[in-house]
């Protein structure tokens, strides 16, 4: 069975502070694999998205990175701020309607 | 931008009710989805649609249908409403299979309370 782990499930942290999420999976066989914001009672607003033949993808603040061999992508977020308070998700896709979602992270900047 | 819009962010339904969660994007996206998403439960995938008329059961289709209609337009149709449907539900698209090259785009929504 394919699965997504994000582990931990809530993390909080001091404005300022770079953290790193993570996100693991089983089957190393991916297609792709896509970075989600939630804030709470809303949608999920899409992040970064990393096609399998690549390792990283930038945007601002934000840098994901996947290593298919050992099954696990990280979301780098530099320079924390408080307004990146919410819960993000990765989904991993293994081809045709083969999506999993993790559960998330629950991130909390502190100012 | 693609832009998915779910026409009500909150509902509160009666149990037995026919209710129609209304899901319309603007990029002409082959496939659509509908979600819902449960605390400790995380996203799953009720029904999805391919292209115009077609659908296909997702991983819990019970109590649920759906219609596609028109390219743009996906409905997800609660039949008769019971408290056990009470979620968060999420409308997505995408241009490709498996989400291709542009991933997924979700829209804002629904949640839904059955009484």
């Known amino acids: 069975k394919q699965e997504v782990t994000q582990i931990p499930a809530a993390l909080s942290v001091p404005e300022g502070e770079n953290l790193v999420l993570n996100c693991s999976f089983t089957?190393?066989?991916?297609?792709?694999l896509q970075w989600f914001r939630q804030d709470p009672g809303k949608g999920l607003t899409s992040l970064l998205l990393?096609?399998?033949?690549?390792r990283e993808q930038t945007s601002g603040r934000l840098n994901a990175s996947l290593d298919k061999s050992s099954g696990r992508s990280t979301l780098y977020i530099a320079a924390s701020q408080p307004g990146d308070s919410a819960t993000y998700l990765c989904?991993?896709?293994?081809?045709?309607?083969?999506?999993?979602f993790g559960t998330g992270t629950k991130l909390q900047v502190i100012p | 931008d693609v832009k998915v819009t779910q026409s009500s962010r909150y509902l509160v339904k009666r149990t037995g009710e026919k209710v129609f969660l209304e899901c319309v994007q603007d990029?002409?996206?082959?496939?659509m989805f509908w979600y819902r998403q449960d605390p400790g439960l995380g996203l799953r995938l009720i029904y999805f649609?391919?292209?115009?008329?077609?659908?296909e059961k997702g991983d819990i289709p019970e109590g649920y249908s759906v219609s596609r209609e028109k390219k743009e337009r996906f409905s997800l149709i609660l039949e008769s409403a019971s408290t056990n449907q009470t979620s968060m539900y999420l409308c997505?698209?995408?241009?490709?299979?498996?989400?291709?090259?542009?991933?997924?785009?979700f829209g804002s929504g629904t949640r839904l309370t059955v009484v």
């Open positions: 997505a698209s995408s241009l490709a299979e498996g989400g291709g090259s542009y991933g997924y785009t």
């Open positions: 089957d190393s066989a991916i297609y792709n």
């Open positions: 990393i096609q399998s033949s690549q």
């Open positions: 989904a991993v896709s293994w081809g045709y309607q083969k999506v999993t």
């Open positions: 990029m002409d996206h082959e496939n």
């Open positions: 649609s391919y292209d115009v008329k077609m659908k």
